[in-house]
């Protein structure tokens, strides 16, 4: 039987709330109890999980192994700087932190203490995206849009710190490349940071992703398209479906069906079309069970700080563009 490891929730909001679910049915966790300030929010939690909430956050942290952290995102350091300094593995909702320096201190302390930690890029796990993970990826074009319809939660912060930043964080797990240049545009329509923007983020090798978020659509969409050489991929986030074109210079066996294009000059190609087969996982409950298997097993967890931290620069990035464009 597996080493269970004691486990704390920090914030019982709408998403903290999904976090005490998931981890209550992982088998390998022991969900000790959560602190909230909001009474609220508390009574809430307690009333349908059957779990003690902890007014002395210290006294929580001590009790436990890791700590969870679905709080506002301004209290994120304070939190995980806490947790790390008693030596606790942590996992921190996204964005990392606030600020770029909080960031960069807690990737210093989490190095100092020896500990696990964790962000919750949670696009990194979605089904429709881990169905490509046996592909070659090497994208040299991807587009990339993310609009929602307006919810007042979240808006404390910018479009691209609240939607974007799931799709900046795929993109550089993909791009195995620096970034060269941003150029970036958006408007704060309803309130008082930017609720659309657009970003065309350039890379040394000479890839190209133009990304979009809205939380003002009338509809919701969460697609990316990737662009390389032979091969057009298409990710459906929030449908969970992939599909594949890819050429070949043959006709592939199995496939009498294929599409034939004619280049010219005698050429041809053939188009090749999958629709890979996607797993019913739950995205949340797989990177928490991730993160348990980093820490027993003394792995790098899957979405380390150094990654929180560059989709929080990049993010940042986008904004100062933003900033600039909007005073000229």
């Known amino acids: 039987m597996s080493e269970k490891l004691k486990i704390a929730v920090l914030g019982a909001g709408h ?3 999904i976090h005490i679910k998931l981890i209550k049915e992982i088998e390998n966790y022991d969900l000790v109890g959560f602190y909230d300030p909001f009474d609220k929010s508390a009574r809430e939690a307690e009333e349908k999980f059957g779990i003690q909430r902890f007014l002395d956050l210290e006294a929580l942290m001590d009790a436990v192994d ?8 301004l209290s994120h350091y304070d939190c995980a700087a806490m947790a790390i300094r008693k030596t606790k593995h942590v996992f ?6 606030n600020t770029l320096e909080e960031a960069q201190k807690l990737i210093a302390l989490s190095d100092e203490a020896g500990i696990k930690a964790q962000v919750g890029h949670v696009e990194r796990f979605n089904p429709a995206f881990l169905a490509i993970q046996d592909k070659t990826l090497n994208p040299m074009f991807v587009e990339g849009h993310r609009l929602s319809m307006f919810n007042p939660r979240g808006t404390d912060v910018s479009v691209v710190l609240d939607l974007m930043i799931h799709d900046i964080d795929i993109v550089l797990s993909m791009v195995k490349a620096n970034v060269k240049k941003i150029n970036a545009s958006g408007v704060a329509v309803i309130s008082k940071t930017p609720d659309i923007a657009n970003a065309r983020i350039e890379f040394d090798n000479g890839c190209v992703a133009n990304l979009t978020a809205s939380r003002i ?5 969460r697609k990316i398209r990737l662009f390389q050489a032979n091969n057009y991929i298409s990710i459906d986030l929030l449908e969970k ?3 594949v074109f890819s050429l070949s210079d043959n006709k592939l066996p199995g496939d009498p069906d294929g599409l034939e294009i004619d280049l010219g ?3 041809k190609k053939y188009v090749r079309y999958e629709n890979p087969e996607i797993e019913n996982v739950n995205a949340i409950k ?5 993160l348990y298997q980093a820490i027993v097993k003394n792995e790098e967890p899957k979405v380390t700080l150094i990654d929180g931290y560059n989709a929080l620069n990049v993010a940042y990035q986008i904004l100062s563009k933003i900033e600039k464009n909007t005073i000229g």
């Open 265 to 267: 000059k005698g050429e």
């Open 241 to 243: 479906q992939t599909e």
């Open 66 to 73: 890791v700590v969870d952290i679905v709080t506002p995102t």
């Open 217 to 221: 659509s009338l509809k919701q969409m």
């Open 15 to 17: 998403l903290g709330k």
């Open 92 to 97: 921190i909702e996204k964005p990392i932190t």
């Open 286 to 290: 797989m990177e928490l069970e991730l």
